[in-house]
């Protein structure tokens, strides 16, 4: 079988707000327009952030950018990264490049209509509308690349003598190869994790120097000890990756989270701090420190420290709090404070506000169709906040069957009990938490 071009997709990931009234789910918009017209194209699509670790532009990403017979490149939040790849494409390419963005949703930082973009339409829900015209606006446009005379390049259009690039048909080869063999690699690396840690170490010690593997591949190694809670593989296994990519956020993060559940929360301290120091606060960030904090509470209540488990009560409250409201979208630091907080006075007289806007917070999300586990065990959370078992009962189900991780259950048990044990011991609420808590833990 004849082999197709390629296409590569610049675009954001996940839900973004573009400006406009709603946010968009990026997600959504390559899977059921952009991807779907790649595909009637005749094409072979791949998705930039697919190769993306933490925002980073390695190696792989210029190959795809210059070797990618096509590109599509979505306009629309003016993100940063689609810019700075599409200004690499136009350097690179004369033709073939095909240019989007949604309508009404916020004014990109130049007029581009001299560069021909296709516009298109968001819903209601974040993701594309009157999806049939747009697919088959894209295969024309697509279709036209192919035999266009024409140079969508500014810089070739503008400038004359500047030379198009001839590539090898050699290289191109050898670029095919190496996206199918991450894409190979992703595969077994899913497989090895059903397995256990001994499966994907041998994964590991199969690649040979990880300084040289792709982005993509390593953070999906590093996620997998995560998943298996292989805590000092992950630590193990930062120093030996490219530079550049230890200092992303993404790792940093993750990096600091396995010193931390490996028992050092001083190392993870340093690591978290210096992170928020030099790119300001996150809610992710924010969220691991808390959980540092929240160990040491654990830690010091144990060994009947009493003076020192307030101290460390209190601040794991103001960093979660801090997490919530750098990004008051992320409901994971504002539920862990506002089960801190009543596990340090239930009837402090924050609670109620921050309760309806975690809540809130959690059911946007829900309702943008990009959910996943924490958000139905935060509902959880809450609904034994509010002592309310049927609900509890309801989103406990729901928390279950959206279960990724061995350990994500455990934590939420964890969190239960913190709750289970600020109740007095003759308390009516504790048998239903206690089930709870055992079936989380029985998973």
Same mark, same amino acid.
Do not use: C, N, T
């Given at each position: 079988m004849a082999r197709k071009p390629l296409c590569f997709v610049l675009m954001p990931f996940g839900t973004k707000s573009a400006g406009g009234e709603k946010p968009i789910n990026f997600d959504a918009v390559y899977d059921e327009f952009i991807k779907p017209a790649i595909e009637e194209a005749g094409l072979d699509? =791949? +998705?930039?952030?697919?190769?993306? &670790?933490?925002? #980073? #532009?390695?190696?792989?990403?210029?190959?795809r950018l210059v070797l990618c017979e096509y590109a599509i490149a979505d306009l629309t939040t003016a993100n940063a990264n689609v810019f700075y790849e599409l200004g690499v494409r136009h350097a690179a390419k004369p033709r073939t490049t095909v240019l989007l963005f949604a309508k009404d949703q916020g004014r990109l930082p130049f007029d581009v209509a001299p560069l021909r973009a296709m516009p298109y339409s968001i819903g209601a829900s974040g993701g594309p509308i009157d999806k049939t015209k747009s697919i088959e606006a894209l295969v024309a446009r697509l279709k036209a690349a192919r035999t266009a005379v024409d140079k969508d390049s500014p810089l070739f259009q503008l400038i004359d003598e500047y030379p198009e690039t001839k590539i090898a048909h050699e290289k191109t080869d050898i670029f095919r190869e190496q996206v199918a063999y991450g894409e190979e690699l992703k595969t077994k690396l899913r497989a090895a994790r059903k397995e256990g +840690?001994? &499966? %994907?170490? @041998? =994964?590991?010690? *199969?690649?040979? *120097?990880?300084?040289?593997?792709? &982005?993509? %591949? #390593? %953070?999906?190694?590093?996620?997998?000890? +995560? *998943?298996?809670?292989?805590? @000092?593989?992950?630590? +193990?296994?930062? *120093?030996? %990756?490219?530079?550049t990519l230890r200092n992303t956020i993404l790792l940093r993060e993750q990096y600091a989270l396995a010193f931390n559940r490996n028992g050092d929360g001083e190392e993870a301290q340093k690591i978290l701090e210096q992170l928020i120091h030099e790119r300001g606060p996150s809610s992710e960030t924010y969220g691991i420190l808390g959980r540092v904090y929240k160990d040491r509470w654990l830690k010091a209540k144990e060994e009947g420290k009493t003076g020192k488990a307030k101290g460390h009560l209190r601040q794991a409250i103001e960093t979660y709090l801090k997490g919530f409201e750098a990004d008051w979208r992320d409901a994971y630091p504002g539920i862990n404070a506002l089960t801190l907080i009543h596990a340090q006075d239930h009837a402090d007289p924050r609670i109620p506000e921050l309760r309806s806007v975690v809540e809130y917070a959690v059911r946007r999300k829900i309702a943008s169709g990009i959910s996943d586990y924490w958000d139905y065990a935060s509902l959880l959370e809450l609904a034994v906040l509010a002592k309310d078992p049927v609900s509890s009962e309801t989103h406990l189900g729901d928390a279950l069957s959206h279960i990724r991780e061995g350990w994500e259950p455990k934590t939420t048990a964890k969190n239960l009990s913190v709750l289970l044990e600020a109740l007095p011991a003759d308390s009516n609420d504790r048998r239903w938490i206690e089930n709870i808590i055992n079936e989380l833990l029985g998973t």
């Open positions: 699509p =791949i +998705r930039a952030d697919e190769e993306q &670790a933490g925002g #980073i #532009i390695h190696k792989p990403m210029f190959e +840690r001994d &499966a %994907v170490y @041998a =994964i590991e010690e *199969s690649l040979g *120097s990880l300084e040289d593997e792709e &982005a993509g %591949v #390593i %953070v999906d190694l590093f996620i997998s000890y +995560r *998943s298996l809670e292989a805590w @000092a593989d992950m630590v +193990r296994m930062f *120093s030996k %990756v490219d530079a």
